[in-house]
């Protein structure tokens, strides 16, 4: 009779192994600007812009969302250049722009989300 090692599932670490490998072959200006687009895409939809946008809407969340945006955009704008900057601070602008509409009381300028670290928008 022969023994033959028994058959084991992947699991987690197996997974890992693979998002290790497959996160090595991605540019990092790709991982940010993707990042970048989850971050305007999950503030938009606190902000009410998406469909059924109501029902969705949180100020509060989309304020952090837009901050950290405005963190990764703002840190990272000198690093991937300003090709790849530009339409990312363009999206951010549109969404500091569309929470200050969004307000019931308005932010003073300067004082909105992510605006110490891009300046005032009005």
């Keep these: 009779m022969s023994e033959s090692a028994p058959h084991i599932a992947p699991g987690p670490a197996d997974d890992v192994d693979v998002m290790t490998r ?3 072959d991605v540019p990092a200006v ?3 600007t993707t990042l970048s687009v989850h971050l305007m895409s999950a503030a938009a939809v606190k902000l009410g812009l998406a469909e059924d946008g109501e029902a969705h809407k949180d100020l509060d969340e989309a304020r952090k969302l837009i901050t950290a ?3 990764l955009v703002t840190a ?3 690093e991937v250049g300003s090709y790849h900057a530009a339409p ?9 722009s569309a929470f200050r509409e969004a307000s019931t009381y ?5 004082k909105g989300p992510g605006e ?7």
């Design 69 to 71: 945006l405005a963190g």
């Design 76 to 78: 990272a704008a000198p």
């Design 22 to 24: 497959d996160i090595a």
């Design 30 to 32: 790709e991982v940010i």
């Design 88 to 96: 990312l601070r363009d999206g951010l602008k549109t969404l500091q």
């Design 116 to 122: 110490k670290l891009t300046g005032p928008v009005h």
């Design 106 to 110: 308005p932010d003073a300028p300067g």
